[in-house]
Every structure is written in structure tokens, then in C-alpha cells.
């Protein structure tokens, strides 16, 4: 039995994981988990870098008190954020969160002032979104930022965690593929783009391919930790990617859904999709396992649902939200969706749904504009969004089959909210075709899977895939 430590980090919370592989199996233990809060900090929104590489230290102390014998460390992340370094290897301040609203504007002006729109996606093929890599740096530069300036690495958030831990600066592939920078054609970044933010090549790290050893603990980690001096493998370290790489799939004849605060929905390709019909639909060319491409579509997923359930204040007992008490089970709140009858629809990604003051509001406000029925009841609120998310799935499933050579005939569905078999339901309702719920899990299974087979235990994704397949229970909606 061999064991790998997956630490995954997500936009609310982290946890560390230990896969066990006995050959023909993978077995899961959550090991240590903790919340990672955005720092509202001088009109801006951050993250706590360190607080992250703290909570990793906590779990490999945990590792030596339990005796486990680590083969390897993996680290999976979100996409678009970085961290500044300078040339002694110090953090230079907190890294910019992505839904901080500074990149407002950005593209915008990007695309006057730099290089027009059409040109950056033939160079990326990457789907247009504020918080991308590029304007989040592009705002930083006009802004005269002397953390930028002062930086002698850019690296992205895991790409971060592995230089703190290890000394090694390294550019992981899947997780560059999202910054709107990586050039699919050539497998780097794109040298010109660079330039319009006043940057080189030499301010990233090298550029690895999931399944490469990035380093090994330092000394001074070692010493922190009582442990020796274990590897980092650079897995799939853009979440998605490491969750896609655990889609227990038979053939290519699938759609995957990664289901979480966001839903990323999309197909794997041998190669990139950049044409006038990908470029009109906005959809996006993300790195995946092997070389293969993730052509996706990213949309807003649960947070439009976690947003209103904070708003109702759920309590252990339940509580009163105007006259209605809201069920404190996630559960529970889901299955209300079966006890409304309201059939009015929001689309999710409609800007006024990203950061809204209240979430509540943002969607009565779009009943108004769109002369439906306004929800009244938590339950109706619940219908709307699920029937929603949907109905949004369905419409780029089609699109999906308009731009690809695949014959979508299931839809895998990835991630946390594959668990929530209301809203499978109705996917599988909106869509026609089975719905494959799980692994749930999926994000730490690729990270982990990645490692066993960087030590060379399995050879291929096939193989891969059909470890999962024996490893967990899935669930099927029609």
C-alpha cells in the first residue's frame, strides 16, 4: 500500500487528503480540512497566502505524528490568481483575489490600448473574463503597482505554494492555461503578451507538465515538519483539471460537468478549438492531463445558491426568513425545490450575478427587467436557480455539439454538487441524455492519481480511469 498526500484548495475552503493505492484500488481519508477566508483589506479583496501554506505545515506535521510513509505531495488549486516573489524568494504582499472588482473595466481598455480582442484569443484561445491572469496584471501595471515592479517571480496560487515549500519555481501547464497568457500552440506563454504588461518569460517558472517532480521539501521545511525530504509532484494543478482527470468515462463520447461554486462544462479535445465560432461563443481552451485540451464553457455555478442561503441566515434549528422557515440541512433546502411550482428562469451568467449586494435581489430584479413571476418563498428560489442551472447546461451542451466532432451521450457530472441529486435531476430532465453523478471527490482523486501514476504505477489515463471506476459508487440520473 502506497500513500499520497492531495492537498486541494478551493475559493472557500481547503483540505489535505490521503489516497491510498494498493495496486488496483484508491482509498480516500480526508485528513485535515480548514476554511480560507477572502481578507477585505484597504478597499480590496485578498487572499491568505500564508494562512494556506500554514494549514499544508499543520498537515505534514500530522503526517509524521501518524508514522505515514508519503511517496509524494501534489497541490491542486483555482485558476487566474498569483503571488509576487522578489529575487531573495520573499512574499511580496497578499495575492489579489479574483472577485476583487478592480479588473472592472480592464478588457475594455486592454483591448484599446494593447491588443485588440480578436488577436488575444487567436493567441489563447481562452474565454473572456475579467479576473483572467492578463488584466488582472494589465491593471496592476497601469496602476504603476511597485509590488509588481518590485517582483522577481510571478507564479501562480499552487505554483506559489510548491516555491514556498520546495524553492523550485515552477509554471504547472493546466493552471497557466487559465491566466489568458499560454500561447496552446506553442506550449508556453505567449511571448507578446508578456510584453504589453512590461514582462518576461524569466518572471515565471519553469514550465512543467503535470506528473513532473517540481522539488522537495527544504531543509528548513523538513525541520518544521520532522519529515525528509518527500517530493512535490506537479499534478494537474488547476482544480479542474486534476477533476477531469478523474472522469470515470468508457469512450469519448461525453460531456463533462465540473460542479461547484462554478460550473465548468465542457469536452475533452486532442487539440485546441480557436475559431470564429469558439471566439463568438466565448468558449475557452484550458491545458488537461496528456496534452489533451479542456474546450470548455465557464458558468456561474452554486455560488448563486450558497449567496442566498447565507442571506437566510440558516441556523442549526432553522430560521425565519420573512415568514418562511429555512430548512438549516443543505439537504433539506435542496429537496424544497420539489415543493414549488414557480417556472420562471435566470441567466446565470448575467453580470448582476457575480458579486451582488444582495443575491435575493439581483434575482428579483431580473424577473422584473424580464416580466416573470418574482420567487417568494425560499423553495421558489431554489426551483428557479436549479431549473436554471439547467436549462443553461442544456443550452451549451447544444452548443457544444454545434462546435466539436463529439457525440455527446452522457454527461459526467464532477465536484461537490454532483451530490445534490435535485439539481442532477433536473440536468438530466433539461438534457435528455443520462446524467453520471461522481466521484464527488474528484479534484483530490485526479491529484492523487496523478501522483501514483508519476511513480510510475500507471501507465495511461485509460488505466487511470478504470482504477476510479473500481474505487467509487456512482449514480445515475435519466
Given at each position: 500500500?502506497?500513500?499520497?498526500?492531495?492537498?486541494?484548495?478551493?475559493?472557500?475552503?481547503?483540505?489535505?487528503?490521503?489516497?491510498?493505492?494498493?495496486?488496483?484500488?484508491?482509498?480516500?481519508?480526508?485528513?485535515?480540512?480548514?476554511?480560507?477566508?477572502?481578507?477585505?483589506?484597504?478597499?480590496?479583496?485578498?487572499?491568505?497566502?500564508?494562512?494556506l501554506?500554514?494549514?499544508?505545515?499543520?498537515?505534514?506535521?500530522?503526517?509524521k505524528?501518524?508514522?505515514?510513509?508519503?511517496?509524494?505531495i501534489?497541490?491542486?488549486?483555482?485558476?487566474?490568481?498569483?503571488?509576487?516573489?522578489?529575487?531573495?524568494?520573499?512574499?511580496?504582499?497578499?495575492?489579489?483575489?479574483?472577485?476583487?472588482?478592480?479588473?472592472?473595466?480592464?478588457?475594455?481598455?486592454?483591448?484599446t490600448?494593447q491588443?485588440?480582442?480578436?488577436?488575444?484569443?487567436?493567441?489563447?484561445?481562452?474565454?473572456?473574463?475579467?479576473?483572467?491572469?492578463?488584466?488582472?496584471?494589465?491593471?496592476?501595471?497601469?496602476a504603476?503597482?511597485?509590488?509588481?515592479?518590485?517582483?522577481?517571480?510571478?507564479?501562480?496560487?499552487?505554483?506559489?505554494?510548491?516555491?514556498?515549500?520546495?524553492?523550485?519555481?515552477?509554471?504547472?501547464?493546466?493552471?497557466?492555461?487559465?491566466?489568458?497568457?499560454?500561447?496552446?500552440?506553442?506550449?508556453?506563454?505567449?511571448?507578446?503578451?508578456?510584453?504589453?504588461?512590461?514582462?518576461?518569460?524569466?518572471?515565471?517558472?519553469?514550465?512543467?507538465?503535470?506528473?513532473?517532480?517540481?522539488?522537495?521539501?527544504?531543509?528548513?521545511?523538513?525541520?518544521a515538519?520532522?519529515?525528509?525530504?518527500?517530493?512535490?509532484?506537479?499534478?494537474?494543478s488547476?482544480?479542474?483539471?486534476?477533476?477531469v482527470?478523474?472522469?470515470?468515462?468508457?469512450?469519448?463520447?461525453?460531456?463533462?460537468?465540473?460542479?461547484?461554486?462554478?460550473?465548468?462544462?465542457?469536452?475533452?479535445?486532442?487539440?485546441?478549438?480557436?475559431?470564429?465560432?469558439?471566439?463568438?461563443?466565448?468558449?475557452?481552451?484550458?491545458?488537461?492531463?496528456?496534452?489533451?485540451?479542456?474546450?470548455?464553457?465557464?458558468?456561474?455555478?452554486?455560488?448563486?445558491?450558497?449567496?442566498?442561503?447565507?442571506?437566510?441566515?440558516?441556523?442549526?434549528?432553522?430560521?425565519?426568513?420573512?415568514?418562511?422557515?429555512?430548512?438549516?440541512?443543505?439537504?433539506?433546502?435542496?429537496?424544497?425545490?420539489?415543493t414549488?411550482?414557480?417556472?420562471?428562469?435566470i441567466?446565470?451568467?448575467?453580470?448582476?450575478?457575480?458579486?451582488?449586494?444582495?443575491?435575493?435581489?439581483?434575482?428579483?430584479?431580473?424577473?422584473?427587467?424580464?416580466?416573470q413571476l418574482?420567487?417568494?418563498?425560499?423553495?421558489?428560489?431554489?426551483?428557479?436557480?436549479?431549473?436554471?442551472l439547467?436549462?443553461?447546461?442544456?443550452?451549451?451542451?447544444?452548443?457544444?455539439?454545434?462546435?466539436?466532432?463529439?457525440?455527446?451521450?452522457?454527461?459526467?457530472?464532477?465536484?461537490?454538487?454532483?451530490?445534490?441529486?435535485?439539481?442532477?435531476?433536473?440536468?438530466?430532465?433539461?438534457?435528455?441524455?443520462?446524467?453520471?453523478?461522481?466521484?464527488?471527490?474528484?479534484?483530490?482523486?485526479?491529484?492523487?492519481?496523478?501522483q501514483?501514476?508519476?511513480?510510475?504505477?500507471?501507465?495511461?489515463?485509460?488505466?487511470?480511469?478504470?482504477?476510479?471506476?473500481?474505487?467509487i459508487?456512482?449514480?445515475?440520473?435519466?
Amino acid at each position: 500500500m502506497t500513500h499520497y498526500l492531495a492537498v486541494d484548495l478551493g475559493a472557500t475552503s481547503g483540505r489535505t487528503v490521503i489516497a491510498s493505492f494498493d495496486g488496483e484500488r484508491v482509498t480516500m481519508r480526508e485528513f485535515t480540512r480548514f476554511e480560507n477566508p477572502q481578507l477585505p483589506l484597504a478597499g480590496h479583496i485578498f487572499w491568505d497566502l500564508p494562512h494556506l501554506y500554514n494549514e499544508i505545515l499543520r498537515a505534514l506535521r500530522l503526517v509524521k505524528t501518524e508514522g505515514l510513509q508519503l511517496q509524494s505531495i501534489g497541490i491542486d488549486t483555482w485558476g487566474c490568481d498569483f503571488a509576487f516573489f522578489d529575487k531573495s524568494g520573499q512574499l511580496l504582499g497578499l495575492p489579489y483575489c479574483y472577485r476583487d472588482p478592480h479588473t472592472d473595466g480592464t478588457m475594455k481598455h486592454y483591448f484599446t490600448e494593447q491588443m485588440p480582442q480578436h488577436e488575444v484569443y487567436e493567441r489563447t484561445g481562452i474565454q473572456f473574463m475579467p479576473f483572467n491572469s492578463l488584466f488582472q496584471l494589465d491593471t496592476l501595471h497601469r496602476a504603476g503597482s511597485t509590488t509588481l515592479a518590485n517582483a522577481s517571480k510571478i507564479l501562480f496560487i499552487p505554483d506559489a505554494l510548491i516555491y514556498m515549500l520546495t524553492g523550485e519555481a515552477v509554471c504547472e501547464y493546466t493552471v497557466a492555461s487559465t491566466s489568458q497568457m499560454l500561447n496552446p500552440n506553442t506550449g508556453d506563454l505567449d511571448t507578446k503578451l508578456l510584453q504589453t504588461l512590461g514582462l518576461t518569460r524569466n518572471h515565471f517558472g519553469r514550465l512543467v507538465q503535470p506528473g513532473e517532480r517540481a522539488g522537495v521539501l527544504t531543509p528548513q521545511v523538513q525541520a518544521a515538519t520532522g519529515l525528509a525530504a518527500i517530493p512535490i509532484v506537479a499534478v494537474a494543478s488547476h482544480d479542474t483539471a486534476s477533476a477531469v482527470a478523474a472522469v470515470p468515462a468508457e469512450d469519448a463520447n461525453f460531456a463533462y460537468l465540473s460542479c461547484g461554486t462554478w460550473s465548468l462544462l465542457g469536452v475533452e479535445s486532442p487539440t485546441p478549438i480557436i475559431n470564429k465560432d469558439s471566439y463568438a461563443n466565448n468558449f475557452t481552451n484550458e491545458g488537461g492531463l496528456d496534452h489533451t485540451t479542456r474546450f470548455l464553457k465557464n458558468i456561474t455555478g452554486l455560488w448563486i445558491f450558497e449567496q442566498c442561503r447565507k442571506e437566510w441566515t440558516v441556523s442549526n434549528e432553522g430560521v425565519k426568513s420573512g415568514k418562511y422557515v429555512v430548512p438549516s440541512d443543505v439537504n433539506e433546502l435542496n429537496a424544497l425545490s420539489l415543493t414549488s411550482t414557480c417556472d420562471s428562469l435566470i441567466a446565470p451568467d448575467d453580470p448582476r450575478f457575480a458579486h451582488p449586494a444582495s443575491m435575493t435581489a439581483a434575482i428579483c430584479d431580473y424577473m422584473t427587467e424580464t416580466g416573470q413571476l418574482q420567487p417568494e418563498s425560499p423553495a421558489d428560489y431554489v426551483r428557479v436557480i436549479f431549473r436554471s442551472l439547467a436549462a443553461r447546461y442544456a443550452e451549451v451542451i447544444n452548443i457544444l455539439r454545434d462546435l466539436t466532432d463529439v457525440d455527446i451521450r452522457r454527461l459526467h457530472v464532477i465536484g461537490g454538487g454532483s451530490r445534490n441529486e435535485y439539481l442532477m435531476q433536473f440536468t438530466a430532465n433539461a438534457l435528455g441524455i443520462p446524467v453520471i453523478a461522481g466521484p464527488q471527490e474528484g479534484t483530490a482523486l485526479g491529484n492523487a492519481l496523478v501522483q501514483v501514476r508519476a511513480q510510475g504505477l500507471v501507465k495511461t489515463l485509460a488505466e487511470m480511469r478504470a482504477i476510479i471506476k473500481k474505487s467509487i459508487v456512482l449514480n445515475t440520473y435519466e
